[in-house]
């Protein structure tokens, strides 16, 4: 009697971690932002309108912004930036990847997890590698933050330029959101 007692512990512990790793994860709230640097200036492009995916069981994720949701608090500069990143023809940007780590549900403490996959902006897609840092909230609620860099020519973007001096090649992005269990 005992030892069906303790199986059945074990088996019920297995069975509920299993449980919560396989569920998928939603963006409850969140945003995407980027900062642009030119010598003397700095800018930042935010979006309140994050949409994305987890799925712990496979180890997916996917997040997307809608290209006209970011602004940088000047209508005419977010003009300029629509135009250039395509944003009637290419109307989102796009991460589409893979955990390279997997996250454990047990730790309370905020880990972090490297993701591969393709990331398109005005529709060239490049593999890049992100770190990013996910946190269990509760049961239901993970809290992610990610931020990494990358050079806008690298895809087939102009470097936009006030007068005669150009923003950096290299830009800076982040994303936090509150994901909820799907």
Do not use: C
């Amino acid at each position: 009697m005992g030892k069906n007692l303790i199986y059945l512990l074990i088996i019920l512990l297995f069975s509920s971690n299993v449980s919560i790793k396989a569920q998928n994860y939603i963006v409850k709230e969140g945003t995407a932002s980027f900062k642009a640097k030119m010598p003397l200036n700095s800018y930042i492009g935010k979006s309140d309108d994050l949409q994305g995916t987890i799925g712990f069981k496979d180890g997916t994720l996917t997040f997307s912004v809608p290209v006209k949701s970011i602004k940088t608090d000047n209508e005419k500069r977010d003009g300029h930036m629509y135009d250039l990143v395509k944003a009637e023809k290419k109307p989102n940007v796009v991460f589409e990847g893979k955990f390279m780590d997997d996250f454990n549900f047990e730790e309370k403490a905020t880990q972090t997890l490297n993701a591969k996959g393709d990331f398109t902006l005005a529709g060239v897609t490049r593999e890049i590698t992100i770190p990013i840092e996910l946190k269990l909230v509760s049961e239901d609620t993970i809290q992610l933050t990610a931020s990494w860099s990358l050079l806008i020519t690298d895809y087939n973007l102009e470097r936009p330029s006030l007068v005669f001096i150009k923003v950096n090649d290299k830009h800076d992005l982040s994303v936090d959101a509150i994901l909820t269990k799907k």
